[in-house]
């Protein structure tokens, strides 16, 4: 069936750096992919949607300059968050269409457990 | 707007009892409903999903779903839990239009007592 990858799986880091979250499609193409955060005991909440080619779509709140995201192939999107403070501290995780609409279920990366000291 | 809510945040039982994960939903258009679980430290993983036909759906690791549009009900079911079972479950729909964002319930997390 359809793979996500995502990597890292976990990562700390200190105030003030920048983390990249990478999400891949391994044996499909995604002309959307989705970018989820969630916190603990919470369901997921949709932070954005990444179009291939295209700047993505960002949910009412969620600060495009401080999470960027670039989709620049079908298989490949980005999650960098800016500058990291303690509360950008979480869960992420992507998501990917394959192609037929939405009555197709996404596919889900494994997450990323961001911790910024 | 669409809306999903899961009644129970948290559903205890014994290991061999049945299960049932209770799912409602409001949406004034038609859409497509899923059922994902997510083990700890991982992302969802899709258990079943309805998109038309037979209102009584059946998935992955012995769950059912069954559809009820009078009710805008999509109760998730198993008749005999294991352990492995343990787990956050998460009821989602999406709307008929392509590529639609997927609006997720609270979830409800499943323990297992032996």
């Known amino acids: 069936g359809a793979v996500v990858s995502q990597h890292p799986s976990w990562v700390i880091c200190k105030s003030g750096t920048s983390v990249k979250i990478e999400c891949r499609s391994l044996d499909f193409q995604a002309t959307t992919m989705f970018w989820y955060r969630q916190f603990p005991k919470q369901s997921l909440m949709l932070m954005a949607t990444?179009?291939?080619?295209?700047?993505?779509?960002?949910e009412q709140g969620v600060e495009k300059d401080k999470f960027l995201i670039n989709h620049a192939s079908l298989t490949l999107s980005t999650l960098t968050v800016t500058s990291a403070h303690p509360e950008d501290s979480s869960f992420y995780i992507c998501s990917a269409h394959t192609s037929g609409g939405a009555n197709q279920p996404q596919h889900f990366g494994d997450g990323t457990r961001l911790s910024i000291l | 707007a669409q809306s999903v809510t899961q009644l129970d945040s948290q559903v205890p039982v014994f290991e061999e009892a049945p299960v049932e994960l209770r799912c409602n939903y409001s949406s004034s258009v038609s859409v497509y409903l899923f059922w994902y679980v997510q083990y700890p430290n991982q992302g969802l993983q899709l258990l079943l999903k309805y998109l038309s036909g037979s209102t009584l759906v059946k998935g992955i690791n012995g769950f059912e779903a069954e559809f009820n549009k009078s009710q805008t009900s999509f109760h998730l079911r198993k008749p005999s839990v294991h352990i492995s079972d343990t787990a956050e479950y998460f009821c989602a729909v999406t709307l008929y239009s392509s590529a639609s964002k997927i609006i997720f319930g609270s979830g409800t997390r499943l323990s297992i007592r032996p």
């Open positions: 990444s179009n291939e080619g295209s700047k993505a779509t960002y």
